[in-house]
């Protein structure tokens, strides 16, 4: 059973830092894509980070280029995104989620992510201006 646990959401103002954690476990996989992904109350759900597990290949959607930054800690099974010069426009919902289909990882973070095999819960994240 995959399990996808985050945390290290919270309220911050405009300009401020936060790092989400996601614990997974329950892979059978040795590779796999994992991903953020946010939705903002009445909006769809966005693609904001993908990295492949083996590759270590980032992808971003283009609002928060440059400001976040996706990374993974295989020794500890975590992934994390790391957000700075946060803008209200960035408060959402922020799930964690997982793939198995790896090679398709750059093109993973489109149409609210069908490819997506596994979700956590969310975390809530609120910057205010």
């Known amino acids: 059973q995959v399990q996808l646990v985050e945390s290290g959401g919270g309220s911050v103002q405009a300009g401020g830092s936060l790092r989400l954690s996601c614990a997974h476990s329950?892979?059978?996989?040795?590779?796999?894509?994992m991903g953020w992904f946010r939705q903002a109350p009445g909006k769809e759900r966005e693609g904001v980070a993908a990295?492949?597990?083996?590759?270590?290949?980032?992808y971003y959607a283009d609002s928060v280029k440059g400001r976040f930054t996706i990374s993974q800690d295989n020794a500890k099974n975590t992934l994390y995104l790391q957000m700075n010069s946060l803008k209200p426009e960035d408060s959402a919902v922020y799930y964690c989620?997982?793939?198995?289909?790896?090679?398709?990882?750059?093109?993973?973070?489109?149409?609210?992510?069908?490819?997506?095999?596994?979700w956590g819960q969310g975390t809530q994240v609120t910057v205010s201006a």
């Open positions: 989620a997982a793939s198995r289909l790896w090679f398709a990882c750059a093109g993973s973070l489109t149409q609210g992510g069908p490819m997506y095999n596994y």
């Open positions: 990295i492949d597990s083996g590759g270590g290949s980032t």
């Open positions: 329950g892979y059978t996989n040795s590779r796999f894509c």
